[in-house]
């Protein structure tokens, strides 16, 4: 089993659609999320952290259930320049301290006019 | 602020060359990862350093594959000799402490193509 697991996707939703994307981890321990946007051929870009509370930056929502394991990120209005891959990231305790992130497979989102 | 520099930012070569691929960190970031990116696998983490000293380097693919961190400022990822499997996009990203919550900040990336 991946120790974070996505829905690849593609989502095709209009412009103004809200949309949720789903992602599941394995590792309990794990403290730290985040999701992160990759723009075809660029760099993955730090889109938002998830706090335990969830959180919200604009039209982005992000909240975190620790009994069941799993993040999740709401799109609200939905931009053509939201098109994107979306990637779920956890990071992974290591008994040495030092933490390591692992990145989810990504979701395919297309906005569409 | 300058963000992760990495260079160079296309590289072709041949089946069996020595490939060098570097990259410089944010100033100021104590970690360092090298990351490898395809179609098939997605992104793989490579090696970890952090003040310098390699932490994890179990995603090294194998021998061929190396990495080094002289100082603060620089990393390097050679591989010796190129295999056309080899072709990818490797990404640098770095780490400040664990104040920022241990996001990574990625670099452009150095897209490989090994013929």
């Known amino acids: ?113 | 602020d300058a963000g992760v520099i990495q260079s160079p930012r296309h590289e072709v070569t041949e089946m069996g060359q020595e490939v060098t691929l570097r990259c410089k960190p944010i100033s100021g970031h104590n970690s360092l990862f090298w990351y490898r990116q395809t179609m098939m696998r997605g992104l793989e983490l490579l090696i970890y350093f952090n003040n310098n000293v390699p932490i994890d380097d179990s995603g090294m693919p194998e021998d061929r594959f190396s990495a080094k961190m002289p100082n603060a400022s620089f990393s390097t990822l050679k591989i010796q000799p190129s295999e056309p499997r080899d072709s990818a996009v490797y990404f640098c990203a770095s780490s400040g402490r664990a104040g920022v919550g241990y996001e990574q900040y990625f670099g452009p990336g150095t897209r490989l193509t090994v013929t």
């Open chain 1, 1 to 113: 089993r991946k120790e974070v697991e996505q829905d690849p996707g593609p989502f095709n939703v209009p412009e103004g659609a809200t949309v949720a994307f789903n992602c599941t981890y394995s590792n309990s321990a794990s403290q730290s999320f985040f999701w992160y946007r990759q723009d075809c051929r660029k760099e993955p870009k730090l889109l938002m952290s998830v706090y335990s509370s969830g959180n919200e930056d604009g039209r982005f929502t992000a909240q975190l259930n620790r009994a069941s394991q799993y993040i999740s990120l709401l799109i609200r209005d939905s931009k053509l320049s939201d098109s994107a891959t979306y990637l779920c990231v956890v990071n992974s305790p290591r008994g040495t301290g030092f933490q390591k992130l692992v990145f989810g497979t990504g979701t395919r989102l297309l906005v569409s006019p």
